[in-house]
């Protein structure tokens, strides 16, 4: 088995009732094996559940966790773009609120492909990462949205324990469309793949400055 971000060998990790997980001996990361992965409708069918109300307090509470130390990265009237906004976008509002001007773009609710087509001074993407099947292909063009310079927010929780049996008792990795999953390491492994300086805000937020 390959990693599904840098193709190194992965190693068996663990399994729990519903599929195995390896991982990678290079870059750290942990991934679902990719036979168990759903296909479009059923994955859809999981985010159509998604409720995202942008007066719901407590969800802007959750989205701030990024949204404040990146506003403290940027200035007003800069363009953004939240990458894999979902059903129902509510981060591109609360930029807004702050000045910024804001594209979304989702591939099963905003598929807007010229949206992908250009770069932006800063990106969004929460809880989006931990989607990528395959994120060799997905980190390459998230990354390559952001002038240089410019900011990529990121929003997952990171796995910091080493052993499988924390792993197997993670709550994170039970979503059936949770199939990537990333440590510190993975993190710092990225930013040097793609010159990128790194700041981790906490085990769920992801700061990286493209150079």
């Known amino acids: 088995m390959n990693c599904t971000l ?6 068996f990790f663990c399994e729990d009732k519903k599929r195995p997980y390896f991982r990678c001996t290079e870059c750290d990361l942990v991934f679902a094996s990719p036979d168990s992965y759903l296909n479009d409708s059923d994955e859809k069918a999981i985010y159509d559940f998604h409720e995202n109300d942008p007066n719901d307090d407590r969800y802007r509470q959750f989205l701030n966790q990024l949204a404040t130390p990146l506003l403290g990265k940027l200035s007003a009237g800069m363009e953004g773009l939240d990458f894999g906004c979902g059903p129902g976008p509510v981060l591109n509002l609360m930029m807004e609120e702050h000045g910024m ?21 800063f990106v969004t993407s929460t809880e989006v990462v931990e989607h990528f099947y395959k994120p060799s292909e997905a980190w390459p063009q998230l990354v390559g949205l952001v002038k240089r310079g410019g900011w990529l927010g990121i929003m997952t ?15 994170y ?4 469309t949770h199939v990537s999953f990333y440590s510190p390491k993975t993190m710092h492994w990225i930013a040097k793949q793609f010159a990128l300086d790194i700041e981790i805000v906490s085990n769920r937020i992801i700061l990286l400055q493209r150079r």
């Open 6 to 11: 840098c193709h190194a060998p992965a190693t």
């Open 101 to 121: 001007s804001m594209s979304v773009y989702d591939i099963y609710y905003v598929p807007d492909k010229n949206k992908v087509a250009r770069q932006y001074d």
């Open 157 to 171: 929780s990171m796995f910091t324990r080493e052993l499988p049996e924390f792993f197997k008792q993670w709550q």
């Open 173 to 176: 990795k039970n979503d059936p």
